[in-house]
């Protein structure tokens, strides 16, 4: 399928702007590996401008522009993009799909949540005003008190290449709706859906700074915005490594943070379960976008009863996977994004094998192929705790399995890991599934089901898959900063100090 890859510059100001070195970055089909075409490489300087204009765009006016706006206002603006995404909605996903390798129909819904983030953060933007000034209840009937809730200020948006406009709208929608001033840096990865929402931004008529988009490498556009003293807030999607460089930044400055990391979450199919749905939504758990989830749920817990003909199934079901070019008709796995996370993946499976693990199906390229980084979905058995597929986040499609005999085994192994952003449970017993949503330690839990996000329910984890929250009201409450006002009401003097006599 031919796809004009639009050529774009930094985004900085309202206005379109070449980096200040003059640099670029190839943009790689990774169905092809071919070069579709470049994307601007910000460095040091470009973030120098891009935050400069961030800070004239929140004070603005005395703020009244944008950050002391009414939400209303702010809310007219995130609903004037949503409308555009979805007027935009082939173009956006047919540039998603060419760009990161996720099929066409994955791409599209992705589109439809976009626009569906923004819709939901202009409601809550204009509940805001509603909020301002909520009473508090003393103990003093001398005083009283009410709180406001004020934007953080500027920050710094880091996003990955997984969900490239997805995840970069789930921050930039909550902090445009606080009243915040952003600049997005999305990976270098995945650019050209966020470089688009720069274009829709300029359409709409957003103030100029308000956002800034800055494409490029993390090193030298990723690493300054984190470090800059005039950015009041990191938030950043991404892997546990580099959020605990961003975290070391930050405390330089006692800069707060919200970190969104890695993960390794478990999968427990209990033997009462239907084990034809079971299968799909294990599968679903792990190989959806390519398997490129965070939250995949990539290690299988299942009930030694039923573990054979689960797994015979699953292997079964495994194989029928249409991979493709993300654009064929019924595309349901296409490649992973780049050649060193091809490398990745095989390389891990290699590992598993050489561990002692039975590979029973994929992990190598599709013989169809022989182009792009297409990996066949794996399922790897005989899989040991000290493993490093079972500990470690693959961020591909590579599924581990071990049985299990009782409940509380279940949830011991669910919870043998660092990670702790989300964690799946199947069974036809309801309270069994309470007693184990309980008992995972984990941000996110899901019953009889894998993966899905709605943007009104709180998104993060425990441990070192990293804290905050996104998404919900959670996720606007962090670009808002909680304010108490306290009023002396009464007549009478306070009378702590006695007052010098009168001459």
């Not at 710094?156 to 789930?170: C, E, K, R």
Request: hydrophobic content about 40%; proline content about 6%; glycine content about 8%.
């Amino acid at each position: 399928m031919a796809i004009t890859v639009p050529r774009r510059q930094l985004f900085i100001g309202g206005q379109w702007s070449e980096p200040v070195r003059r640099k670029t970055l190839p943009v790689v089909n990774p169905a092809t590996e071919d070069i579709i075409g470049y994307i601007p490489a910000a460095t040091s300087e470009d973030v120098e401008l891009a935050v400069e204009a961030a800070r004239k765009a929140f004070t603005r006016n005395n703020g009244k522009d944008w950050a002391r706006a009414t939400g209303a206002v702010r809310a007219k603006y995130l609903r004037a993009i949503a409308a555009k995404v979805i007027e935009r909605k082939s173009e956006l996903a047919n540039l998603e799909a060419i760009d990161c390798g996720k099929p066409l129909d994955e791409a599209a819904w992705d589109m439809d949540d976009v626009a569906g983030c923004f819709e939901y953060y202009a409601d809550l933007a204009e509940g805001l005003d509603a909020k301002q000034k909520a009473p508090l209840s003393l103990p003093m009937d001398t005083f009283k008190g009410y709180i406001l809730k004020e934007p953080i200020g500027v920050v710094g948006l880091i996003t990955p290449w997984n969900y490239p406009l997805l995840m970069a709208v789930w921050k930039v929608a909550p902090s445009l709706a606080a009243g915040c001033t952003a600049i997005l840096k999305p990976s270098e990865l995945a650019s050209l859906t966020c470089l688009e929402l720069a274009d829709i931004c300029r359409e709409v008529g957003l103030p100029p700074g308000v956002l800034n988009i800055l494409t490029g490498l993390g090193t030298e556009a990723g690493a300054p915005l984190a470090s800059h003293p005039h950015v009041d807030k990191i938030v950043f999607t991404g892997s546990t490594t580099t959020g605990s460089s961003i975290m070391t930044s930050a405390a330089k400055l006692v800069k707060p943070v919200s970190l969104e990391l890695g993960g390794k979450s478990p999968i427990i199919v209990f033997d009462d379960v239907d084990i034809d749905k079971a299968v799909e939504w294990t599968m679903f758990g792990c190989f959806w976008t390519n398997g490129q989830i965070c939250s995949a749920t990539s290690r299988l817990l299942v009930h030694e009863r039923i573990a054979d003909e689960f797994l015979d199934k699953l292997v079964k079901w495994t194989k029928n996977i249409k991979i493709s070019d993300p654009f064929e008709e019924g595309c349901r796995l296409g490649p992973v994004v780049s050649k060193g996370q091809y490398e990745r993946v095989l390389k891990f499976v290699s590992n598993a094998r050489n561990e002692g693990a039975t590979v029973l199906c994929g992990g190598t390229r599709p013989e169809h192929l022989k182009k792009g980084y297409f990996v066949e979905p794996a399922i790897i058995s005989n899989v040991t705790t000290s493993m490093e597929i079972w500990r470690e986040e693959v961020f591909g499609p590579a599924l581990c399995v071990k049985t299990f005999s009782t409940e509380d085994e279940a949830i011991e192994l669910a919870n043998d890991s660092q990670y702790g952003l989300a964690g799946a449970v199947l069974s036809n017993d309801l309270e069994r599934c309470d007693r184990v949503s309980k008992a995972f330690q984990a941000g996110i839990v899901w019953v009889n089901c894998s993966q899905p996000c709605f943007c009104q329910a709180p998104w993060g984890g425990t441990k070192r898959s990293g804290f905050g929250r996104e998404l919900g009201e959670w996720g606007l409450e962090n670009y808002l900063s909680v304010k108490q006002v306290t009023q002396y009401i009464s007549d009478e003097p306070w009378g702590w100090y006695k007052p010098p006599s009168k001459l």
